[in-house]
């Protein structure tokens, strides 16, 4: 019994990541004389004039920031009885 819900929660897993992996191609793969903001919608609106590219730096740097940010933010100790 344990098995089968192990087979059964990868197979819902391998089917949520196909379905996100189609939804990625299938935006990336939008007809280039499309503007980027009707292929690839963004939440703030700042990265519509950005090609892929500079997105992905963009974003990979806001991470680093947040990363960065959440590491020096001093951890609260627990108190000892």
Known sequence: MRAVFGVLSLLIVALAIG?????QLAA?????????????PSNSGSGASLG????????????KQTLEGTLQQARPMPDEK
């Open 52 to 63: 892929p590219q500079q997105q992905s730096n963009q974003a990979q740097q806001q991470i």
């Open 28 to 40: 990336s793969s939008a007809p280039a004389g499309l503007p980027a903001a009707t292929s690839a």
């Open 19 to 23: 379905v996100l992996v189609k939804k």
